[in-house]
């Protein structure tokens, strides 16, 4: 019974079932906790380029990078929510996040241009969707739909700030974006 286990043996169970599932058959969940560590980095980097932009696109950044980190929030909260709500147990501390996150963050990255700042965040937005992608495919094959519905609302958050940004750049939502442009080489 889980109840007669330490919350320590509970945790080993967990963690070893989630390393088994990561490395037989991946699924929606442990996607997910790539999505999450994700949001997680996105949180201090936002929040970073937030404070320390400059430049005459000050105000207007400024507040779009507010909006950003608020919206990224809104997701973290939603995300985790809808996954302990199916009954998956998903990363929740900050050595878990920085094990399954994919995005890197550097304390220099405060001196950038803000053109350089926005660059970073399509990327890490456009990293983001492609776990996202992933996770909504295998929410559709184990037939979760609560969270393949879930996942595709974040996606469509994803797209239209990646739009948004890029438009900021000068440049075409689509424009340099790796993923679709293999897609159109197949």
Avoid: C
Wanted: charged share 35%; aromatic share 10%; glycine share 2%.
């Amino acid at each position: 019974m889980a109840q007669d286990k330490t919350p320590q043996e509970r945790l080993q169970e967990e963690q070893e079932h989630k390393e088994h599932v990561h490395h037989t058959k991946i699924n929606a969940a442990a996607i997910a906790d790539h999505i999450l560590g994700n949001i997680h980095t996105l949180h201090v980097k936002l929040h970073q380029y937030h404070w320390y932009v400059k430049g005459p696109h000050f105000f207007s950044l400024h507040d779009k990078l507010e909006e950003l980190y608020n919206a990224n929030e809104e997701w973290f909260d939603t995300i985790t929510e809808r996954l302990l709500a199916s009954g998956h147990k998903p990363a929740s501390t900050t050595a878990e996040f920085k094990k399954y996150t994919m995005l890197s963050e550097d304390p220099a990255d405060k001196y950038l241009k803000a053109e350089e700042m926005v660059e970073n965040v399509v990327e890490d937005f456009r990293s983001t969707r492609e776990f996202t992608i992933r996770a909504i495919r295998l929410a559709q094959e184990e037939g979760d739909d609560a969270l393949e519905d879930t996942l595709i609302a974040f996606k469509d958050h994803l797209d239209e700030s990646i739009w948004m940004l890029q438009a900021f750049l000068g440049k075409e939502a689509l424009e340099d974006d790796d993923a679709y442009e293999d897609e159109d080489e197949d």
